[in-house]
């Protein structure tokens, strides 16, 4: 009896498996279609300064227009296209399409500087760099108005080409982000030798600052290191005014987060872009 349960247990995990591999073969062919198809498209969220919310930027953020799915979050599609190996051709686009809003806004006399998402695949590629570099002539963008952001999962995993691309990435002129700040035991050690200029922090960290003494502690201890280093702080998913205040009491520079604006299309941005001005403004004179 219990040889006949295990042997329907086996039979179960096979067509489990069978299963999953059916549904990846289905994701690689969506995905291929995706690229193809040009079913990608790219929102772009404000990044605002903690204290007068003058926009400073953006960051871009990749959807999936999904034929039957919806829209869908980078969360849905990114392992797999990592897995797949089709992760550099998604990002390159993001990076192309970034330069030409960064080259749209210029001809509106908006000096925008926009972030994008690196994968950890990417650091495997040697010529990573003169990659981004022919995206930048391209579209005649200067590179001091694209940042890179890269998680500090990719930190920790890729170690030496990664100190090595990043070095290259500063000579060029791009800036570096170190995106979900606060998450690993790495974040503060490593700080130090890393080509970067800039820190976000995780969502998680700016949840607490608001209801938690211990948290804002915490996270006022981070700030304070990363200024020690030179470092620009940004704070992440920013959902009311009372984070936005503990955060300006702690110096935090720069924000993003439902707060000032969702993502938005790129046709938008340039509008909130000037609305953020102008509601800052106004503000001030009262
Ligand atoms: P991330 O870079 O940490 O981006 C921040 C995420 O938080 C975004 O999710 C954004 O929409 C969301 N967010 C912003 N403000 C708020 C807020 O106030 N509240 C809440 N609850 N959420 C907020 P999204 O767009 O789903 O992106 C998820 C992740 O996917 C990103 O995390 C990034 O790591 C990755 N990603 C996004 N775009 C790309 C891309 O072009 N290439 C690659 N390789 N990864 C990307
Ligand atoms: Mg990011
Ligand atoms: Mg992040
Ligand atoms: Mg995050």
Same mark, same amino acid.
């Given at each position: 009896?219990?040889?006949?349960?295990?042997?329907?247990?086996?039979?179960?995990?096979?067509?489990?498996?069978?299963?999953?591999?059916?549904?990846?073969?289905?994701?690689?062919?969506?995905?291929?279609?995706?690229?193809?198809?040009?079913?990608?498209?790219?929102?772009?969220?404000?990044?605002?300064?903690?204290?007068?919310?003058?926009?400073?930027?953006?960051?871009?953020?990749?959807?999936?227009?999904?034929?039957?799915?919806?829209?869908?979050?980078?969360?849905?599609?990114?392992?797999?296209?990592?897995?797949?190996?089709?992760?550099?051709?998604?990002?390159?686009?993001?990076?192309?399409?970034?330069?030409?809003?960064?080259?749209?806004?210029?001809?509106?006399?908006?000096?925008?500087?926009?972030?994008?998402?690196?994968?950890?695949?990417?650091?495997?590629?040697?010529?990573?760099?003169?990659?981004? #570099?022919?995206? +930048?002539?391209?579209?005649? @963008? !200067?590179?001091?108005? *694209?940042?890179?952001?890269? $998680? &500090?999962?990719?930190?920790?995993?890729?170690?030496?080409?990664?100190?090595?691309?990043?070095?290259?990435?500063?000579?060029?002129?791009?800036?570096?982000?170190?995106?979900?700040?606060?998450?690993?035991?790495?974040?503060?050690?490593?700080?130090?030798?890393?080509?970067?200029?800039?820190?976000?922090?995780?969502?998680?960290?700016?949840?607490?600052?608001?209801?938690?003494?211990?948290?804002?502690?915490?996270?006022?201890?981070?700030?304070?290191?990363?200024?020690?280093?030179?470092?620009?702080?940004?704070?992440?998913?920013?959902?009311?005014?009372?984070?936005?205040?503990?955060?300006?009491?702690?110096?935090?520079?720069?924000? #993003?987060?439902? +707060?000032?604006?969702?993502? @938005? !299309?790129?046709?938008? *941005?340039?509008?909130?872009? $000037? &609305?953020?001005?102008?509601?800052?403004?106004?503000?001030?004179?009262?």
């Amino acid at each position: 009896k219990a040889k006949e349960n295990g042997k329907n247990q086996y039979r179960f995990f096979d067509a489990e498996i069978e299963q999953a591999s059916d549904e990846m073969q289905q994701t690689r062919i969506e995905l291929k279609k995706a690229i193809t198809e040009q079913e990608f498209r790219l929102l772009f969220q404000p990044k605002v300064d903690a204290v007068t919310r003058l926009v400073h930027g953006a960051e871009a953020l990749l959807r999936w227009q999904h034929p039957t799915r919806g829209l869908l979050s980078p969360t849905h599609f990114i392992e797999a296209a990592e897995r797949f190996g089709m992760i550099e051709e998604i990002n390159a686009w993001v990076i192309s399409q970034t330069c030409s809003t960064i080259s749209q806004a210029r001809d509106r006399g908006i000096d925008l500087s926009i972030s994008v998402n690196l994968s950890n695949q990417q650091f495997r590629n040697k010529n990573l760099d003169a990659h981004i #570099q022919s995206i +930048l002539e391209q579209h005649q @963008v !200067e590179a001091r108005n *694209l940042i890179l952001e890269v $998680s &500090e999962t990719t930190a920790i995993h890729h170690q030496a080409q990664f100190k090595e691309t990043l070095r290259h990435f500063k000579k060029q002129g791009l800036k570096i982000s170190l995106d979900d700040f606060g998450l690993h035991p790495f974040s503060l050690t490593h700080l130090q030798d890393l080509e970067i200029s800039e820190v976000k922090l995780d969502r998680s960290l700016t949840k607490g600052v608001a209801a938690s003494k211990t948290s804002l502690s915490i996270v006022e201890a981070i700030v304070k290191l990363a200024h020690a280093l030179d470092l620009n702080v940004v704070a992440e998913g920013v959902e009311d005014e009372d984070q936005r205040q503990a955060l300006v009491s702690i110096n935090c520079d720069q924000m #993003q987060g439902y +707060l000032f604006s969702k993502p @938005v !299309e790129q046709k938008f *941005l340039f509008d909130v872009f $000037s &609305e953020l001005q102008l509601r800052s403004t106004t503000k001030s004179l009262f």
